[in-house]
């Protein structure tokens, strides 16, 4: 019998693709040694990336520690390579590696590739287990199902269907679990994607495709492992943010669920959080970081488990000479482009705040500066590595850094909305960030804007979390008429923009955000895009890194 990986390998397996059903009972192949009843010990290892989204270079990371922003270097695909390669070495037999989304954009390589350029390397670094992230589907449906075919391990995610038409569901895309059997003991990975994808995304992107809930089948795949299966240990893949999966956590159907393994927020979770069900751990973002869980095995039975981050530091794993050529050769016909420079910042760029931030704030003053509304908006992106100055003192842009910032080139949008409707909007995009019920949260920041002012609390009930409102510099008027812009998002109804329903006279300007950057910083370079504080947060700090609270958990 040919071995699950040749038999993936060989192309027979198409239920993905042709929308078949894909097995529903999938475990590892060559574990019959594993099923012995002979009892072992030692210690089983699990190593987790995510999120890294197409950074194939050691870039720049930014830490809060001492009370201050820290960057160091951080990352690298040929980085991350040998840190996988040396933790797999301390445990050479009981290691299982996976990587749990946003594997295939966030870069220009990746945009001029549609993902394709991953595929190998992906390979190369020998995953044994995927799920799909909330960005697979940028470059649509089928294209997804290729890029995830191509990857020659399993994919588990139990909440995308094949959409059947009228809103009823078809098969499921991926199959929902796996199974691998280790020192006697037998492991379950349960994997659930953000179901908020159509809202949270341009509906486009994932057209073709239902989304559920877990909790829409989560006990029933808990209780399959658990007691069909005979699983020893749970393991629930998600990507849903560390918000909703601590809610998850404390939901009675996640009972029977060891650890959830978290992600696309970019929490660097150091210590498991503790749920009502479960803990949870989450391993930042970009390359940067690796989780890694140590189960303790004696006698064929867990007795203790331990859990660190460890950061992808390029000194202390060098690049991996196999991997590092093979980024070169596939970056190679698009290299120059990538490195070309097209403006300088005076201040270091980064996105890690959930108020403000410099990347965003450059995003808004070169829209403001084009359009010239009343109001212009960036969305709460949370991707995108931050960027320092080299040896020369100079932040440098790129054509590559700019598709960092902005790997869809949007055509820039204008539209007009009430001072009532942006009153309204402005509290549902407080409630999306800082919802108290953590499963309500968004998974990104708060959106971003110029020519408007505002001061909130973020701990204020629904919808009296707007304190004040300034435009052009007076009191927000509800009855008054404001112009806007943002980015267009690919299926959203001609009267949306950036969520904000019902505006009025939309219209697509022929320029896109890509342009429209070029073309400031042409004009402006260098830029120094300082912080305005345009929006106040009155009841917590100013430089929040995280929207989770009520937990045992800093993010550093």
Known sequence: MPSRRKFLQSGLFTGAILGSTPPLLASEENTNSEKSNHAKSGTITFLQTTDVHCQLHPHDELFWENNQLTFRKAGGYAHLATALDVLRKQNPSNTIVMDTGDMFQGSMLAIKTTGKAFVPLLNALNYDLYLPGNWEVVYNKQNMQHLMGGLLTPKVCANMYHDAGDGKRGNLIFQPYQIFNRLGIKIGFLGYTDPLVPIRQSPMYSKGIIYTKPEESLKEYVTLLKEQEQCDFVILLSHLGLSQQIALGNNPDCKGVDYIFGADTHERVRKPIQAEYTKIVEPGAFGSFIGKLDLRVEDGKITGDSYELIEVDPKKYPAKKEIQELVEQIEKPYRAEINRVIGYSTLPLYRNFVVENTIDTLIVDALKWKVNPDIALSNGFRFCPPLTAGKDGKVAIT????????????????????????????????????????????GGWLIRFKGMQIEFKAKERVGQRVQKVTIGGQPLNLDKTYTLCACERDGDPDDMLCRLKGVKEARL????????????????????????????????????????????????
Not at 399 to 412: H, K, R, T
Not at 421 to 429: F, G, V
Not at 515 to 541: C, G, N, W
């Open 399 to 442: 054509e590559g850094y700019l598709f960092d910032m902005l790997p869809i080139d949007s055509n820039v949008k204008t539209a007009k909305a009430t001072g009532q409707q942006l009153m309204e909007w402005l509290e549902k995009e407080l409630q999306n960030v800082f919802a108290q019920d953590a499963s309500k949260r968004f």
């Open 509 to 556: 300007t022929s320029y896109t955000l890509h342009t429209v950057m070029k073309e400031y910083l042409r004009e402006f370079s260098p830029v120094t895009p300082a912080l305005r504080h345009d929006a106040t947060i009155l009841d917590a700090p100013q430089n929040l890194l995280s929207q989770v609270f009520g937990v045992d958990y800093t993010f550093r």
